[in-house]
């Protein structure tokens, strides 16, 4: 059973950084991609960024050149680097398995002066 759980979220103005992590037990993380989602309030969640088992990484277009993914396989950990926020990057951000069910509780970010 895959188990995530997220952490770093927190306060930040805008154009500050924060780095979240996600450890995950359960799989063997090193053959596994993985992902970052969001939820803003009210909103769908949505996929913002993947890291596959090689290290090449994908963004979706409102995050790519400020997010940054990256994993290290010996903690069993994904990160995601978020620079220049914005208020609209204010949400419950969650890790996942790529091909599995199942979520953290995920972390909240609120970007906001």
């Known amino acids: 059973q895959v188990q995530l759980v997220e952490s770093g979220g927190g306060l930040v103005q805008p154009g500050g950084s924060l780095r979240l992590s996600c450890a995950a037990s359960g799989i063997i993380f090193s053959c596994n991609a993985m992902d970052w989602y969001r939820q803003a309030p009210g909103k769908s969640r949505d996929w913002i960024a993947r890291i596959n088992s090689g290290g090449f990484t994908n963004y979706a277009a409102s995050v790519k050149g400020r997010f940054t993914i990256s994993r290290d396989n010996a903690k069993n950990t994904v990160y995601l680097q978020m620079n220049s926020l914005k208020p609209e990057d204010t949400a419950v951000y969650y890790c996942?398995?790529?091909?599995?069910?199942?979520w953290g509780q995920g972390t909240q970010v609120t970007v906001s002066s």
């Open positions: 996942k398995v790529v091909g599995y069910e199942g």
